[in-house]
């Protein structure tokens, strides 16, 4: 076949010469009018040769390949891969038909046919069309991703199998639409993940607010609610698939979608958990049981999350390229924060209601009541309670950052009640809070580090420091408290010696002035480098000082 489309290939090139002669003698004929008449005029005058019709075997042969190949590719599609479904299956059908093409077909033809770069290009062009046709309508998301991986397969198989590289097949698999459509599978993932985690939200919200029953109990006797496992079946859903389709960008970009959603639940957390707090310590009557029981659990899910996005940023992360490295494990930090943010709204919560229940105590304090009975032991009885409930069902993290929340709460409802309607007497004030301060230090002991123990219930010790210092004493005593608590308020002492039994009018009067001229310029940015526990006082300002004549 080949012979005889050569054969008629040269008797086509040289009628086509002979039609070009033909040509130019009819030109010089015309131009030099009646001239004596040339060989090839004398030649024509004879009569014309037999026409033979131009025959173009070549290309008529292949616009047969090129037909043939059209055909087979559309038919595997169709048949073969069946759409979409098994489109990663064309891959392997174009590089075995060309592996055929270069080994029993290219051989066959002379080179100047090229066929090898022909047939590439044809199974590529028809591939293209192929695959234009599939993606014409809607996509579901996990189609997209198909697609997505797929292009990249192909073109590395097309590389590593044959040497053809990416530039060569034209026009492009998907015709550069490949930013289009991750951004599309984007868009539809975010808004599933949306939705999903919206009905999860639903869910969860209403079993925390109605609390009909004592929360689940994890087999290491934590309380927890589950959310944090279907959470996360969501995301990693999603996560595998972008993963399986070697796109580190879009999933940069999925993580940073999740983030979107975990700062929308976060938010509602922290608001469910203030709303619910309210009432249980305003109308706590009017509220179901077991908001304690509940917030334990949901500060435990938050920490389930946490662990979980942290195995995803360790563990995916280090398989990504340096250049998306960095952002997807920053992406996966800031989940992170999100869900650890929720976590201590929650141990706040707690300590917020431990110590609403203690109010009425502390707010005894340093009153006639508080002289002539034991108002620690409740106290302590109180903290027992809510302390073993909290070891025993709340992460170990968390129930060691609640209890440094709650010493922390103790030692400052000592010093913040000085600034109510309250008497220091001389010797019993002090001697009665060197006892209670023993006892609380054993209590705490049990729970805490000694070290951190002592190091908080320190400003509860200043506070005694100054009560009990003699006048001539008070002013180096404040300004050696300085030195290790700069951010220690100035009307918290005014208020501490003003109370004191043991000081009159004119003592009270020559120390306050010489601590106020002493402490000017000491406020402000200078005392603000170093913020110790005075600094969260609610009865005093941080740095601020009182203004003269505020007791006399």
Known sequence: LLKVVEAEEAA???????????????????????????????????????????????QKLLDLLRQFVAGRVTEFFKKES??????????????????????????????????????????????????????????????????????????????????????????????GREDQLAQEYLDIAASKIREWITNLMRTEISTFSGRQDAPSMGEDGLYVTGGSVYLFEIVNQNIDLVIDAQRAKLLCDLVAECNKVFQDIGKQWRDLLE???????????????????????????????????????????????????????????????????????????????????????????YTNEWYQEDLLQPVIETLKDYCQDFQDHLDKYLYKRLMHDLLSRFALSYVDAASGKVKFRKGKSTEKL??????????????????????????????????DSTPTMIFLEFFSVKKQYPDLPLALVEDILAKRDDLDKQQLKGILESLRQKSKGETGSSLAKQRTLFSKLKSYPPLGNVSKGRFM
């Open 434 to 467: 060197n006892l209670e301060l023993h006892r609380a230090t054993k209590f705490f002991k049990e729970h805490m580090d000694s070290g951190a123990v002592m190091e908080t219930l320190s400003i509860v010790r200043i506070l005694i420091s100054l009560i």
């Open 275 to 365: 709303v619910e707090k309210t009432k249980q310590i305003e109308t706590p009557e009017s509220v179901a049981e077991g908001l304690v029981d509940y917030t334990m659990a949901l500060a435990n899910e938050q920490i389930r999350s946490v662990v979980q996005a942290e195995t995803i940023r360790d563990e995916t992360g280090d398989r990504l390229s340096r250049s998306h490295q960095e952002r997807f494990k920053a992406e996966l930090s800031q989940s992170m924060d999100i869900f650890m943010n929720v976590a201590e709204s929650a141990t706040q919560t707690l300590a917020d209601i431990v110590f609403s229940d203690l109010r009425p105590i502390t707010a005894a304090l």
């Open 82 to 175: 069946k759409g979409l479904d098994g489109v990663e299956e064309v891959t392997g059908f174009v590089i075995d038909e060309l592996t055929f093409v270069a080994e029993a077909v290219a051989p066959a033809f002379p080179p100047n046919y090229f066929v090898f770069d022909f047939f590439v290009n044809e199974y590529h062009q028809a591939v293209v069309k192929n695959t234009n046709e599939l993606v014409a309508g809607d996509l579901e998301g996990g189609a997209i991703l198909t697609l997505l991986r797929w292009v990249r397969e192909y073109h590395s198989a097309m590389r590593k199998q044959l040497s053809i590289p990416k530039d060569q097949l034209k026009p492009a698999l998907l015709e």
């Open 12 to 58: 086509d090139r040289i009628q086509e010469r002979e039609a070009e002669g033909a040509g130019l003698v009819r030109r010089q004929s015309l131009v030099g009018g009646a001239r004596r008449p040339s060989m090839a005029s004398s030649v024509m005058a004879r009569g014309p040769k037999k026409e033979r019709k131009v025959k173009h075997y070549r």
